[in-house]
Structure formats: structure tokens, C-alpha cells
């Protein structure tokens, strides 16, 4: 393989909370092959989505753009196909792209730059999720509810378990198949787990790494649905909280399916670095840990996403390459946006290409050297899909979050002094001014109105759409993942002694024919 151009290996998981991560502080939850990465890693401390709901994360973090500026309103947002996103540049670049497990794209578009997908996506593709900011009260089916929480605990399988095991199976796969290459060609390999994501269910042997009675309680224990914030009690509404009591047995059985299911994604890690171990890639790939956001978890009583609070938008960002990069801990705050300048410029050999399109993300190479870096220091966040009635907004700069909405007052929050998020300092005296310039900057970074206006023209088009298609004869945008038999294994037409050297890893040497057998009589 190439020693001037690293591969990248990214792994994403699925709804996890950094708070929940040993290497973040958590005192209970194992993770060694993720730790071991993460102590010769460089650590984001302070690393958040840019919007606390699986696509619109997804689509910002591809193309390094806010999800406003791509229509990335909710998780049936349609991701344009014009709009580039890092597989893309890397293509562009030189790379082989590839892709497996969860990227929850949507629209008939199912690849956007990866050259190849391994495997179908769990969600579906079409716009069936579209919310409706007009009739808020109605509840879909699809929404969250207190199932995942009432029926935590053991199984056998689940669909998730199904889902990732074929992940981990085909991404297994594909990086011995990268190995035996005759090309030097390098790689950019995603591999997007969906666990820890609820429902909250693992196996036995997951569930039996922790003991049942030391699983920790939130920090903050519920707060009754009238003493909530405006946007958590929609929350409550729309995960449908109320409809069972959250019982301590309850929220401890869901917390502890949780890590065992956060044990259950370490493992499959340690499964793909020992794979590129055995082949020899591991020395010249750089390995990228991340999650499309957190999980609420029960602190406050919610559960889920789709709030600012740390627990849900709040997630890791670990990069591997102690060759590299000297292992640190960063505080700064960046987010998900940041990632596509900063892997196409370690792809450029530290050199910053000429982005066809305004990015809103920065690169964290100079971060990763353990430099100073010039850029923006703030992380803008925007929710936009369902739990939202109109768009929540926030700004996250230095030791303070500012989040804002215009149905609700706003909030402002000294994360230094007050981790858990309890104290809102938007109405102190003292912050009036800190306040306000949150406020002005806030009006300056977004037309709200206009941006109120494109969400609704957009669930309104979309809705339409969705009836329309599944009327008559319906065709579906899900990938359908190929597989060409006729190139597999032995066939006639493929030279055998040829394709079982080609096959191995590593592949044998052909000796010279050295004449006949001599026989000792």
C-alpha cells in the first residue's frame, strides 16, 4: 500500500453518547479495543453533531455543510446528489471509497461518492418520516416511544444484532480483499454500526460484562414534565414518556442493555483491527471513531435524541495514527462538520484543495499537531426534524451553549459550572450581555423566518411525494446490495492455479520448476 497517502478507516456508531465512553470519564462502561485506540489517539473533549438526529448528522458531516444549507431537515430528507461530500473529493483524490452499514441516505442517490456499498441501510430510504410542524399533536407510528426502555434487557438476536453482524462481516471481508490488491491505490473504508441505537436489547454474554446492581442512575434524575424546559416537554410528548412510569428497575435495565451494547460495537472494532493487523494495512491507515449523536439515556427523564443537552449532542471523535499524530486531548469545541476538510487535507498531504462550495466546517489537522489553530472556535447546531415546532438553534463557544427557539425562552448554560445543564442563565442579570451577543450572532448566522418558511414548503412538497409514489406501482430507492457469483470462487472461465494464489493472503511465491522427483531406492 502506499506510505505517502494513508488509508482511513472511519467507524461510526449509532446514538452514542460520549458521556458513556471510558475514555470520556464514564467510570463502568469496558471498551478496550476502543480505549486502547483512544490512549494512542487524539481525543476530542468537546465534540458535537451538528444536528442531534441520525441523517440530517449524517448529511452535514459527508459534505461539511450545516444541515440547513443542504435541506437536511429530518430523517426523510431528501440528500441531493449535486452536493459533494468527502467520498467524493477522496475519489477525486485518487482513493477507493467504500461503504458498509448505516448511512441513512435518502432519495434514489444511495451511494454519494462511495464507489461501492457493502451492504443494504436499516432505515428506509423514501420520505415516509416526514414530520408535520402543523399538526404536532398527532403522533406516527414511527416516532420514539418508552417501548425501547420498558422492554430493555436480554435477547437472542434483534434486528440490530442481524443488521451489524453483517457489517462487521462484509467489512471483515472487504479489508482482506483490499489486501491482496496488486494496486498501491489507498483507501477510504466507512463502516457505520447502528448499535448502541435503542431498542435497548444485547445478548447474554454482553450483558453479563457488567453487574446489574453497580449499573449507575442518571446524574440527574427525572424532572416532572411541567417543570421541563418548553422544547422537553414536546420531547415528552413526542417519545410519548408519560404513557409508562419510569420505574428504577426500568431505567437500570435500559442503561445496562446500553453498555453491554456499547461492549457488543468494542468487539466488532477489535474484529477490524485485527484485520487490518493480519494484512498488514494497520501501520499505514488512520482510524476514525465517531457517532452521528448521543443518547439522552433517562438523565432529566428523556431518553433519545433531539435536544441539545450533552447526553444527545454530545459525541466521540478519536483519531488513530500514532505515527502521525502524538496522542493529546483536545478541549476545543468542534463537530461533525469538521471532519470533511480535515480528511481530505490529510489526503492532500496537509495541503488545503480548492473546495468547489463554501464549507461551514474547519480543519482539525493543525489540532491534531498539536497546534494552534486559527478557525472559528464555535460549533453551530440546528434541529429541524421532528421534537421541534419550529427551528432549535444553538451556538456552543468557549465554556457556554447558547440554545435558542422562537416559541420558548431562551437558554444559556455555563458548562464549567454547571455540566449537568440545570442552571439557566438567560434570565440573570448578570448575562444580559453575554446574552445578547449570543442573540445578535445567532440573527446574523441564521434567517430564521426563512429557514421556518423551507422547512414547512419542504415537509409539505415531500408529503405529497411519499403518497404519490406509493400509489400504484411502488419502486423503491433502497440499495440493494450486488454480488457477481460468476467472479466468486472457482468458475471455469478463471484460471485456477492463478485465483487460489490471488486469493491468499499472503499470497504464495512460485518456485521455479526444479525437474522431476528424484526417488531414494
Same mark, same amino acid.
Given at each position: 500500500m502506499s506510505t505517502e497517502r494513508p488509508n482511513i478507516l472511519c467507524v461510526m456508531a449509532d446514538q452514542l453518547t460520549a458521556p458513556a465512553l471510558p475514555f470520556y470519564g464514564h467510570p463502568i462502561v469496558k471498551t478496550p479495543h476502543l480505549s486502547a485506540l483512544a490512549e494512542k489517539g487524539v481525543i476530542f473533549e468537546n465534540a458535537y453533531c451538528n444536528s442531534p438526529l441520525c441523517a440530517p448528522s449524517r448529511f452535514s458531516m459527508l459534505t461539511g455543510k450545516l444541515p440547513?444549507?443542504?435541506?437536511?431537515?429530518?430523517?426523510?430528507? *431528501?440528500? /441531493?446528489?449535486?452536493?459533494?461530500t468527502f467520498?467524493?473529493?477522496?475519489r477525486d483524490l485518487g482513493y477507493h471509497t467504500c461503504l458498509a452499514g448505516k448511512m441513512h441516505f435518502v432519495g434514489p442517490d444511495q451511494l454519494h461518492g462511495f464507489e461501492e456499498r457493502l451492504t443494504t441501510d436499516i432505515y428506509p430510504s423514501d420520505f415516509g418520516w416526514t414530520p408535520d410542524w402543523e399538526n404536532f399533536a398527532e403522533r406516527p407510528t414511527w416516532y420514539h416511544d418508552m417501548m425501547s426502555v420498558v422492554q430493555a434487557g436480554l435477547c437472542e438476536t434483534s434486528n440490530q444484532l442481524d443488521f451489524d453482524e453483517e457489517v462487521a462481516f462484509h467489512s471483515q471481508r472487504k479489508i482482506?480483499?483490499?489486501?491482496r490488491r496488486d494496486n498501491e491505490q489507498p483507501f477510504f473504508m466507512t463502516v457505520s454500526f447502528t448499535h448502541p *441505537?435503542? /431498542?435497548?436489547a444485547i445478548t447474554r454474554n454482553f450483558w453479563n460484562r457488567y453487574d446489574h446492581k453497580n449499573i449507575d442512575m442518571p446524574a440527574v434524575p427525572p424532572i416532572t414534565c411541567d417543570q421541563l424546559d418548553p422544547h422537553s416537554r414536546r420531547l415528552f410528548h413526542v417519545c410519548a414518556l408519560g404513557e409508562y412510569a419510569q420505574t428504577e428497575e426500568r431505567v437500570r435495565n435500559a442503561r445496562h442493555a446500553y453498555y453491554g451494547m456499547i461492549s457488543y460495537l468494542d468487539e466488532k472494532v477489535g474484529l477490524l483491527l485485527q484485520a487490518l493487523e493480519n494484512t498488514g494495512l494497520r501501520d499505514n491507515t488512520i482510524i476514525l471513531f465517531i457517532s452521528d449523536h448521543g443518547e439522552m439515556l433517562g438523565e432529566r427523564g428523556l431518553w433519545y435524541k433531539m435536544s441539545f443537552f450533552e447526553?444527545?449532542?454530545r459525541v466521540p471523535i478519536v483519531f488513530h495514527a500514532p505515527?502521525?499524530?502524538a496522542p493529546r486531548r483536545v478541549s476545543r469545541p468542534v463537530s461533525l462538520v469538521d471532519l470533511l476538510p480535515t480528511i481530505i487535507e490529510i489526503a492532500s498531504n496537509g495541503k488545503s484543495p480548492n473546495y468547489v462550495d463554501t464549507l461551514d466546517g474547519h480543519s482539525l489537522l493543525p489540532l491534531l499537531e498539536g497546534k494552534d489553530a486559527e478557525n472559528s472556535d464555535t460549533v453551530y447546531g440546528e434541529l429541524l426534524g421532528e421534537g421541534a415546532v419550529a427551528p432549535l438553534l444553538m451556538i456552543r463557544r468557549?465554556?457556554?451553549k447558547y440554545i435558542y427557539s422562537e416559541p420558548d425562552p431562551e437558554q444559556l448554560f455555563d458548562l464549567e459550572n454547571d455540566p449537568n445543564e440545570l442552571n439557566n442563565l438567560a434570565g440573570r442579570r448578570e448575562f444580559q450581555e453575554l446574552r445578547r451577543d449570543f442573540h445578535t450572532e445567532l440573527l446574523q448566522h441564521w434567517d430564521k423566518g426563512a429557514l421556518h418558511?423551507?422547512?414547512?414548503?419542504?415537509?409539505?412538497?415531500?408529503?405529497?411525494v411519499y403518497r404519490a409514489l406509493r400509489s400504484g406501482r411502488h419502486t423503491p430507492w433502497d440499495f440493494q446490495p450486488y454480488q457477481d457469483a460468476s467472479q466468486k470462487y472457482m468458475r471455469n472461465h478463471l484460471d485456477l492455479g492463478a485465483l487460489e494464489r490471488t486469493a491468499r493472503y499472503p499470497s504464495p511465491e512460485v518456485p521455479p520448476p526444479d525437474g522431476p522427483a528424484v526417488l531414494n531406492k
Amino acid at each position: 500500500m502506499s506510505t505517502e497517502r494513508p488509508n482511513i478507516l472511519c467507524v461510526m456508531a449509532d446514538q452514542l453518547t460520549a458521556p458513556a465512553l471510558p475514555f470520556y470519564g464514564h467510570p463502568i462502561v469496558k471498551t478496550p479495543h476502543l480505549s486502547a485506540l483512544a490512549e494512542k489517539g487524539v481525543i476530542f473533549e468537546n465534540a458535537y453533531c451538528n444536528s442531534p438526529l441520525c441523517a440530517p448528522s449524517r448529511f452535514s458531516m459527508l459534505t461539511g455543510k450545516l444541515p440547513s444549507r443542504i435541506g437536511a431537515y429530518d430523517n426523510a430528507a *431528501h440528500f /441531493p446528489a449535486d452536493i459533494p461530500t468527502f467520498a467524493h473529493y477522496l475519489r477525486d483524490l485518487g482513493y477507493h471509497t467504500c461503504l458498509a452499514g448505516k448511512m441513512h441516505f435518502v432519495g434514489p442517490d444511495q451511494l454519494h461518492g462511495f464507489e461501492e456499498r457493502l451492504t443494504t441501510d436499516i432505515y428506509p430510504s423514501d420520505f415516509g418520516w416526514t414530520p408535520d410542524w402543523e399538526n404536532f399533536a398527532e403522533r406516527p407510528t414511527w416516532y420514539h416511544d418508552m417501548m425501547s426502555v420498558v422492554q430493555a434487557g436480554l435477547c437472542e438476536t434483534s434486528n440490530q444484532l442481524d443488521f451489524d453482524e453483517e457489517v462487521a462481516f462484509h467489512s471483515q471481508r472487504k479489508i482482506y480483499d483490499l489486501s491482496r490488491r496488486d494496486n498501491e491505490q489507498p483507501f477510504f473504508m466507512t463502516v457505520s454500526f447502528t448499535h448502541p *441505537h435503542d /431498542p435497548f436489547a444485547i445478548t447474554r454474554n454482553f450483558w453479563n460484562r457488567y453487574d446489574h446492581k453497580n449499573i449507575d442512575m442518571p446524574a440527574v434524575p427525572p424532572i416532572t414534565c411541567d417543570q421541563l424546559d418548553p422544547h422537553s416537554r414536546r420531547l415528552f410528548h413526542v417519545c410519548a414518556l408519560g404513557e409508562y412510569a419510569q420505574t428504577e428497575e426500568r431505567v437500570r435495565n435500559a442503561r445496562h442493555a446500553y453498555y453491554g451494547m456499547i461492549s457488543y460495537l468494542d468487539e466488532k472494532v477489535g474484529l477490524l483491527l485485527q484485520a487490518l493487523e493480519n494484512t498488514g494495512l494497520r501501520d499505514n491507515t488512520i482510524i476514525l471513531f465517531i457517532s452521528d449523536h448521543g443518547e439522552m439515556l433517562g438523565e432529566r427523564g428523556l431518553w433519545y435524541k433531539m435536544s441539545f443537552f450533552e447526553w444527545s449532542a454530545r459525541v466521540p471523535i478519536v483519531f488513530h495514527a500514532p505515527a502521525r499524530f502524538a496522542p493529546r486531548r483536545v478541549s476545543r469545541p468542534v463537530s461533525l462538520v469538521d471532519l470533511l476538510p480535515t480528511i481530505i487535507e490529510i489526503a492532500s498531504n496537509g495541503k488545503s484543495p480548492n473546495y468547489v462550495d463554501t464549507l461551514d466546517g474547519h480543519s482539525l489537522l493543525p489540532l491534531l499537531e498539536g497546534k494552534d489553530a486559527e478557525n472559528s472556535d464555535t460549533v453551530y447546531g440546528e434541529l429541524l426534524g421532528e421534537g421541534a415546532v419550529a427551528p432549535l438553534l444553538m451556538i456552543r463557544r468557549e465554556r457556554y451553549k447558547y440554545i435558542y427557539s422562537e416559541p420558548d425562552p431562551e437558554q444559556l448554560f455555563d458548562l464549567e459550572n454547571d455540566p449537568n445543564e440545570l442552571n439557566n442563565l438567560a434570565g440573570r442579570r448578570e448575562f444580559q450581555e453575554l446574552r445578547r451577543d449570543f442573540h445578535t450572532e445567532l440573527l446574523q448566522h441564521w434567517d430564521k423566518g426563512a429557514l421556518h418558511k423551507q422547512v414547512l414548503d419542504s415537509q409539505h412538497r415531500r408529503r405529497l411525494v411519499y403518497r404519490a409514489l406509493r400509489s400504484g406501482r411502488h419502486t423503491p430507492w433502497d440499495f440493494q446490495p450486488y454480488q457477481d457469483a460468476s467472479q466468486k470462487y472457482m468458475r471455469n472461465h478463471l484460471d485456477l492455479g492463478a485465483l487460489e494464489r490471488t486469493a491468499r493472503y499472503p499470497s504464495p511465491e512460485v518456485p521455479p520448476p526444479d525437474g522431476p522427483a528424484v526417488l531414494n531406492k
